[in-house]
C-alpha cells in the first residue's frame, strides 16, 4: 500500500506537466496577423473591410454629412452632438469636440486597412489579375481617406505603409501639398486597374470615373478656399 | 526534458510548512479513542466555560498516552483510567488549554478559561494555518460571530470594516449586489480585484453562501500572498466553510426576514410646471425661444385630468419596499474519526425596482475522515444556484442611457404610467432630446431578463503521513459553471392621454427572444509536502509544492425574431432573423511554490517563500516569473525582561518584503488578431470583411508588485487594550495597461505593454479595547488606515481617459480639468478677466488662467480631484448584559471626490430632470451671491459644463453600516424543549449616513460619470438561530 502510494506521488509529480509546453495555447476564432493572408478570399476580406471604413463616424456614416451641415447655418443641432455646435460657435478643439476627432481617426482606420492591403496582397496565391484591380480599388480607397485630411485639416501625417506603432505613432504632419500630390498619385494609378464599371455583385466597387475630366480642372474646394486640381483623363 | 526534470526536482527537494502546533486547536489526535486500555477506574465530570455555559466537544485526553475522549452536549464525559496518579489534558478551541492531576475518583468539574485575546487564534494562511501569534506578514481575518446574522446577499459585502480594505458596494441589483474589494489602494491600471480562494480554490465569492463561511482572511503584504504568485497582486482573500466538529450531532438553523428600501435617492423637482418654467428659464439664458408655450403651462395649471395633467415622481413609482428572507439549515457532527457538515440555504430576495427579484439556493458539504493513523481524506461540495429575473431592458446601471435605471433617472414629471384606461400611456408634451417615452413601468412589467447561473466546487483531498515526519497533501478540484440568460423584448403600445392614439413604443429593440448560454470548468490540481520538527528550541517547518490549472470557458448566444406576441418567450417561436455567436477559450497556469519557517523558542520568528509561476496568457519566453518574500518576527514579550509584566501583554515586530504578480490581461494579448465583422454590401450582397483591430506588444509580460512591510503588535493589560500598527510601501512595476495608439497608427487598439509604476504607500492602526463591567461586557473597537496613491514611472507619458489623467507624480485616474474660482457678476468682471470664451456672460464660471497666457484653453487644465479615497475608517461597538448583545458598525471613507456629468447631474441633460436647487439657488442678477452659476441646459452651454472642479464633488461618507440586538434565550428556558440555543435579533444595515454628497449614494463607483445607479438597500430585519 505504502510503496504503491509512493509510485502514484512519483507518477503524479512528473505527468503534471513541468514544462513550458503544457502552457501553449492557440487561439481558434480568429486569425493573427501571421495565419492570415493566404488565400483570394482572405485579401478579399481585407478589401471589404477597407470599404467598411467609408460608413465609419465623421466619413460617411452616422449621418455624418447630415451633421456636417449643422456646424453651418442650413441646420440646427438641438442636443450638440458631435460637438458640431462648438464648430458653430468657434468654442471647438479635439477635447470638447468628438467631430474633430471622428473624422481624423476613422480617416487613418481606412487609410491603415488600405495600407495593409497593399503591403501583404502580394504574398497571396491568386489570380493577378484580379489582385491587380484589388490593389487599384485599395488606392481609390486609400485617396479617398486622405481628402478629408487634406481638406479639412490642412495636413496631415502621409503614411503609406502597414501601420506600425513604433514607426508611425510620432510622425508629423505632412503639408497639405504633399497629401494632394499622394491622392492625384493614386487616383490616377487606381484608373489605370479599374473597370469602368462593375455588374452583379460587384456593383459598388470603385470604377474608373466616368466624369474624371479630359483636362485639367478643379474638382473639390477646401473649407479655406484651397482647390483640389484633377488632372486630365488618361 | 532535462530541464523538466529539474524543475520538478526542485519543487520536490525544497520541501514543506506549516502546521501549526498548539494545544489550543487539535482536533484530529485521538488515535486510537477507544478507551479499553484502562479498566481500571472510572472517572467522569463535566466541563464548562467560564460564563458557566457547558461546552460539548472538548477533548479530554490522558497525558502521556494517545486516549481520551470528547465532552458530550451538556459538557459531560466519563474516563476509564489506570490506578494511581494520571494527568488529565483539557483542550478546545477559542479555550486555555488545562491540565488537571487525578489521584482519586471524584467527579471533576473543570471550567476552562477564554484564551486570553486573539493568542489561542488560528488564522488561514496560504496553504495552511498559523497560530496567529507566530505570522511575521500581515493579514486581517474575521470569524463567523463578526458576520452572524448580517442580511450580507453577497459574501464580498462581508469584508466590510477589515483594516487596509475598501469595501465599496455600488449596486443594489438582486443577484448581482456585490461589492468591489480593493486592498491597499490600487495598485494597477488593470482590474484590481484579489484573488479569491474558497477552501484553497480560486472561486467567486458571489458564490459562497454567506452563512457557510467559517472565517475570511485577507493576505495584504507580500509575505503572506507572494506564496500564490501571479495573481496575488491585488491581495488574496481566503475563505474557509464550515466544518464540523466532533461530538454531539448537532442541527443550526437561522432565518431571517425583513424589508429593503432604496438607501438614498436624488431630489429632483417632480412638479410639471416649475420643471418647464425653469427649462424655459434655462434656454431665455441661452438665448433660445422657449420650449413650452404660455398657452401650455396655463392649460397645465388649470388642467385637473391627472392622467393629462400629472405631476409624477418616477422614483416614487418605480421603486418599493421590497421583501427579504433568507434560511439556512446545517447538519453538523462526527466522531474523532470522521466529522462532517451539510447545510443547505435559501435567499428569495425582491428588488427595490418593481417587477425584479432573485433567488439562491446554495449547498455546502463537507466531510474529513481518517481512515488510518497515517490517511486522512476529505471533499468537499459548495453547489450555488440563482435565479435572478428583471425587466428585458435590464436595469443595471452599465446600460447608461439604454438600461431601465437610465430611464428612471429621466423620467420626467409631464410623463404618466397609465392612461386613463389602464393602458401603458404615451407622452404628449414634446421634450427635445426625449422624443421617445419609453414608459419605464411598461418596460419593467413586459417582457424579462432572466439569468440563471449554477456554479458548483468540488475538491477532494487526501493527506498521507509520510516517513521522517513529512506529510503528503493533494488537492483535485473542479469549479464547474453553467447559466442560461434570456431576454424575451416585448412589443408595447402607448397610448396618448391626450388624443387617445395608439403608437408602440418607439427606440426599444424589436420584440423577440436572445438567449445565452455559458458554461466553464476549472480544474486545479495541487500538490504539497510539509514539514515540521521541533529541535529543542529550534522550530522549522517547511512546504514545497506544485499546481496547474486549467481554466476552459464558453459561451453560445441565439436569438430570434418575428414573434405574434409578448407572451411567447422559446427561441423556436419565433420565424424571422435567427442569429448566432458563441466561442471558446482556453488559459493554464503551472506553478511550483515553497515556504520555509523557522523560529527560536516562539520568540525569534522567521519565514521565507517563493512561487514560479507560468501563465499561457504570455507568448514563450515570457512565462515564467518568480516572486519570492522574507519575513521576520520579535516577539519581545516573550523576552524574560517582559515576561509576565501585567501592563504590556503582548508585544510582537513584524517586518517583510515581497514581490507579487498580475497577469489580468485579455487573452492572446501578445498576437495580432484579425477581426472579422467589417462588412460592406456590395450590389445588395454583405460581404464580409476583415481587418487588424488591435497592435500588439508580443514582450508583454506580468506586473511586479513589491510590498515592505513593517508592523507592531502590542497587547496592553492582559490583552484588554490591542493595537496593531502596519506600514506598508506597495510599488507595482511594469504596470500593464492597454495604452492608446494615435490614430494615424491606422486607429488601431493599443497594445497591452508594461508601461511603468505606481506606488501606495500607508499605514493602517486597528485597536480593540475589550472589558467587563460586571454583567456588562463591552468592546470598542476602531481601525483606520491611509493610502496615498502616486504614478512614479510612466515613461514620460500621458494617459488621458474622458476627464480623468494618468500621469507621473499623481494618484492614478485623477480628475483632470479646469479650475472653478468663482463665479462673473458683471461684464466689467468678464472684460478685466482672461478670456474665457466669446459667449462669456455674468453668471458663468470663471475659470482661472494657470499658464498666464491671458486665454483659458485646454492647456490651464490642472488636477482637480482624486478618485481613491486617502482614509478609510470603520469602528465597532459591542455591549453584552446578560442574554443581551448589541453590536453597532460603522464605515467610512476620507478625502476622495467624484465627477458627475450624467442626466440629472446636470441641469437638463439630454431633456431630463433637474434638481431643485438649480431653481432656486442658481445665479441670477437679483441672486448674485448663489452657489451655482447661471442656469442653463447641459447640452445647450457648453461653457458651464466644461469639465472644471466647480463640478468635482466631495464623496466622503461615515455610515452605519450595521446595528444589531439579539436576546439569547436563557438555558433553563430552552432545556426542557431539548433545544440547546435560541437567540433572537433584529438587525438594521446601512441604517444612517452622513455626507454631503446629495445626488444618490455616496458608496459609490467613484470614477463613474453618471448617478444612474441601482440604489443600494436600506434594510431592517429580525430572526432567529436554533440549535438543536
Known amino acids: 500500500m505504502k510503496k504503491q502510494l509512493f509510485i502514484y506521488i512519483a507518477a503524479g509529480l512528473l505527468a503534471s506537466s513541468c514544462g513550458d509546453k503544457f502552457l501553449d495555447v492557440d487561439p481558434t476564432d480568429r486569425f493573427t496577423n501571421d495565419t492570415y493572408w493566404k488565400t483570394r478570399e482572405h485579401a478579399e476580406a481585407a478589401l471589404t473591410a477597407t470599404y467598411a471604413a467609408l460608413l465609419e463616424d465623421g466619413l460617411y456614416g452616422s449621418n455624418t454629412p447630415v451633421m456636417y451641415e449643422t456646424a453651418s447655418p442650413n441646420a440646427y443641432n438641438y442636443n450638440n452632438s458631435g460637438g458640431f455646435n462648438n464648430l458653430a460657435q468657434g468654442v471647438h478643439d479635439a477635447a470638447n469636440t468628438a467631430a474633430v476627432n471622428n473624422t481624423w481617426r476613422n480617416a487613418y482606420l481606412g487609410i491603415g486597412r488600405a495600407n495593409t492591403l497593399l503591403a501583404r496582397i502580394d504574398g497571396v496565391t491568386m489570380d493577378e489579375t484580379l489582385k491587380k484591380r484589388f490593389k487599384a480599388e485599395a488606392k481609390f480607397l486609400r485617396a479617398v481617406f486622405y481628402f478629408p485630411l487634406w481638406n479639412l485639416y490642412n495636413g496631415a501625417p502621409l503614411i503609406l505603409q502597414e501601420p506600425d506603432f513604433a514607426k508611425h505613432a510620432t510622425l508629423p504632419r505632412n503639408s497639405a501639398a504633399s497629401l494632394q500630390t499622394q491622392i492625384l498619385q493614386d487616383l490616377s494609378e487606381a484608373a489605370a486597374d479599374l473597370p469602368l464599371s462593375y455588374t452583379g455583385t460587384d456593383k459598388g466597387r470603385a470604377p474608373k470615373a466616368p466624369h474624371w475630366p479630359s483636362r485639367p480642372g478643379y474638382c473639390c474646394t477646401a473649407a479655406d478656399g484651397r482647390k483640389l486640381l484633377m488632372p486630365p483623363k488618361r | ?1028
Request: glycine share 10%; aromatic share 10%.
Open chain 2, 1 to 1028: 526534458m532535462l530541464p523538466t526534470l529539474k524543475k520538478c526536482c526542485l519543487a520536490a527537494a525544497c520541501l514543506a510548512v506549516t502546521q501549526y502546533a498548539g494545544a489550543a486547536s487539535i482536533v484530529y489526535s485521538y488515535s486510537p479513542p477507544v478507551n479499553h486500555f484502562f479498566q481500571d477506574k472510572k472517572i467522569g465530570g463535566t466541563v464548562a466555560g467560564a460564563d458557566g455555559e457547558k461546552l460539548p466537544g472538548v477533548s479530554v485526553r490522558v497525558k502521556g498516552t494517545s486516549g481520551g475522549t470528547l465532552t458530550a452536549a451538556d459538557g459531560s464525559f466519563s474516563l476509564q483510567l489506570p490506578e494511581g496518579k494520571t494527568t488529565l489534558l483539557f483542550s478546545y478551541t477559542g479555550y486555555q488549554s488545562q491540565e488537571i492531576t487525578v489521584t482519586g475518583n471524584a467527579p471533576l468539574n473543570i471550567v476552562l478559561q477564554l484564551s486570553a485575546g486573539e493568542l489561542g487564534e488560528v488564522v488561514v494562511v496560504g496553504y495552511g494555518q498559523q497560530k496567529k501569534t507566530s505570522l511575521t506578514g500581515s493579514v486581517a481575518s474575521l470569524d463567523q460571530k463578526a458576520l452572524a446574522n448580517r442580511p450580507i446577499t453577497n459574501a464580498s459585502q462581508a469584508l466590510q470594516g477589515l483594516p487596509g480594505v475598501h469595501v465599496n458596494q455600488t449596486k443594489g441589483r438582486p443577484g448581482a449586489d456585490g461589492a468591489n474589494i480593493r486592498i491597499r489602494g490600487v495598485g494597477t491600471l488593470n482590474n484590481s480585484n484579489p484573488l479569491v480562494l474558497v477552501d484553497g480554490v480560486e472561486f467567486p465569492l458571489n458564490d459562497v453562501n454567506p452563512s457557510d463561511i467559517e472565517s475570511i482572511t485577507v493576505l495584504k503584504d507580500a509575505a503572506s500572498a507572494a506564496i500564490y504568485g501571479n495573481r496575488a497582486a491585488n491581495g488574496v482573500v481566503l475563505v474557509k466553510t464550515k466544518s464540523g466538529k466532533a461530538g454531539k450531532f448537532r442541527l443550526d438553523y437561522n432565518g431571517y426576514t425583513g424589508v429593503q428600501q432604496a438607501a438614498q435617492l436624488p431630489d429632483l423637482v417632480t412638479d410639471a410646471v416649475t420643471y418647464m418654467e425653469g427649462k424655459n428659464r434655462a434656454l431665455a439664458n441661452e438665448g433660445k425661444p422657449a420650449e413650452y408655450s404660455q398657452a401650455l403651462i396655463d392649460e397645465y395649471r388649470v388642467g385637473a385630468d391627472p392622467y393629462i395633467y400629472p405631476d409624477t415622481d418616477w422614483f416614487g413609482i418605480m421603486f418599493r419596499n421590497a421583501n427579504i428572507q433568507e434560511h439556512n439549515l446545517r447538519f453538523s457532527g462526527g466522531n474523532e474519526k470522521t466529522t462532517f457538515s451539510v447545510s443547505l440555504g435559501y435567499l428569495d430576495q425582491d428588488g427595490i425596482l418593481i417587477n425584479s427579484q432573485a433567488k439562491k439556493y446554495a449547498i455546502n458539504s463537507n466531510i474529513n475522515s481518517e481512515i488510518s493513523r497515517k490517511l486522512r481524506i476529505g471533499a468537499n461540495l459548495i453547489g450555488t444556484y440563482w435565479d435572478s429575473e428583471e425587466s428585458a431592458y435590464t436595469s443595471d446601471e452599465s446600460n447608461g442611457e439604454g438600461g431601465l435605471m437610465g430611464l428612471i433617472y429621466r423620467g420626467l414629471p409631464m410623463q404618466v404610467p397609465y392612461a386613463q384606461d389602464g393602458t401603458y400611456a404615451d407622452q404628449w408634451v414634446r421634450v427635445p432630446g426625449h422624443n421617445f417615452f419609453r414608459n419605464p413601468l411598461a418596460l419593467a412589467k413586459e417582457g424579462f431578463h432572466q439569468n440563471i447561473t449554477f456554479r458548483a466546487l468540488s475538491s477532494l483531498f487526501l493527506e498521507y503521513q509520510l516517513p521522517f515526519g513529512i506529510k503528503y497533501k493533494t488537492t483535485l478540484a473542479a469549479n464547474l459553471f453553467y447559466g442560461r440568460e434570456k431576454f424575451a423584448y416585448p412589443q408595447i403600445n402607448l397610448t396618448n392621454p391626450k388624443t387617445g392614439v395608439i403608437a408602440p413604443m418607439g427606440n426599444i429593440p424589436a420584440r423577440g427572444i436572445s438567449q445565452t448560454s455559458r458554461d466553464g470548468v476549472n480544474i486545479t490540481n495541487f500538490h504539497t509536502l510539509t514539514y515540521e520538527k521541533q529541535l529543542g528550541r529550534h522550530h522549522l517547518g517547511g512546504l514545497a509544492g506544485f499546481s496547474v490549472e486549467r481554466f476552459n470557458d464558453g459561451d453560445f448566444t441565439a436569438s430570434n425574431q418575428g414573434y405574434l406576441g409578448n407572451e411567447i418567450t422559446e427561441l423556436n417561436g419565433g420565424s424571422t432573423t435567427p442569429q448566432v455567436s458563441g466561442k471558446s477559450s482556453l488559459s493554464k497556469l503551472a506553478s511550483y511554490f515553497g515556504r520555509v519557517n523557522y523560529d527560536y523558542n516562539g520568540k525569534y520568528l522567521a519565514e521565507a517563500s517563493f512561487r514560479y509561476d507560468g501563465s499561457s496568457r504570455f507568448a514563450s519566453g515570457h512565462r515564467w516569473g518568480f516572486f519570492p518574500s522574507l519575513s521576520a518576527g520579535w516577539r519581545i514579550s516573550e523576552e524574560n525582561f517582559l515576561k509576565g509584566n501585567n501592563v504590556l501583554s503582548n508585544l510582537k515586530l513584524r517586518a517583510s518584503w515581497g514581490q507579487l504578480g498580475n497577469q489580468n490581461i485579455p487573452l492572446f494579448s501578445y498576437v495580432d488578431a484579425v477581426s472579422i465583422g467589417r462588412n460592406y454590401s456590395f450590389g445588395g450582397t454583405i460581404l464580409s470583411g476583415a481587418a487588424v483591430s488591435q497592435v500588439s506588444d508580443p514582450a508583454v509580460t506580468w506586473e511586479t508588485t513589491t510590498i515592505t512591510n513593517a508592523g507592531l503588535d502590542i497587547g496592553l493589560l492582559r490583552n484588554k487594550l490591542t493595537l496593531e500598527l502596519d506600514v506598508f510601501n506597495k510599488v507595482t512595476d511594469d504596470i500593464l495597461r492597454q495604452v492608446s495608439v494615435p490614430a494615424q497608427v491606422g486607429r488601431l487598439a493599443g497594445p497591452y505593454r508594461n508601461i511603468g509604476s505606481v506606488s501606495n504607500k500607508g499605514f493602517e492602526i486597528t485597536a480593540a479595547y475589550t472589558d467587563r463591567a460586571g454583567e456588562l461586557g463591552y468592546t470598542i473597537g476602531a481601525n483606520l488606515a491611509y493610502l496615498k496613491n502616486k504614478v512614479t514611472d510612466l515613461n514620460g507619458a500621458i494617459y488621458y481617459d474622458g476627464n480623468t489623467i494618468t500621469r507621473e507624480g499623481t494618484p492614478i485616474d485623477a480628475f483632470y480639468g479646469l479650475e472653478a474660482i468663482g463665479i462673473f457678476q458683471s461684464e466689467d468682471e468678464i472684460l478685466k478677466s482672461p478670456k474665457q470664451n466669446t459667449v462669456t456672460k455674468p453668471g458663468d464660471i470663471k475659470y482661472r488662467d494657470t499658464d498666464k497666457n491671458n486665454v483659458i484653453d485646454n492647456n490651464d487644465r490642472v488636477i482637480i480631484g482624486n478618485s481613491i479615497p486617502e482614509l478609510t475608517y470603520s469602528f465597532t461597538l459591542g455591549a453584552t448584559y446578560k442574554g443581551l448583545e448589541l453590536t453597532a458598525f460603522f464605515q467610512g471613507v476620507q478625502n476622495v471626490s467624484t465627477y458627475l456629468t450624467g442626466n440629472l447631474a446636470q441641469p437638463y441633460k439630454n431633456g431630463a430632470g433637474v434638481t431643485p436647487e438649480w431653481l432656486t439657488d442658481s445665479w441670477t442678477p437679483e441672486n448674485p451671491g448663489a452657489r451655482l452659476p447661471r442656469l442653463t441646459t447641459a447640452n445647450g452651454y457648453p461653457q458651464n459644463v466644461q469639465t472644471s472642479s466647480f463640478w468635482v464633488q466631495d464623496a466622503s461618507y461615515l455610515r452605519l453600516k450595521n446595528i444589531q440586538l439579539s436576546y439569547n434565550l436563557p438555558q433553563q428556558w430552552l432545556k426542557a424543549a431539548g433545544i440547546q440555543q435560541l437567540k433572537v435579533f433584529v438587525n438594521a444595515q446601512n441604517w444612517v449616513t452622513f455626507s454631503d454628497f446629495k445626488l444618490g449614494d455616496p458608496e459609490r463607483n467613484l470614477t463613474k460619470g453618471n448617478i444612474i445607479d441601482y440604489p443600494i438597500a436600506r434594510t431592517a430585519t429580525a430572526g432567529i438561530n436554533l440549535t438543536l
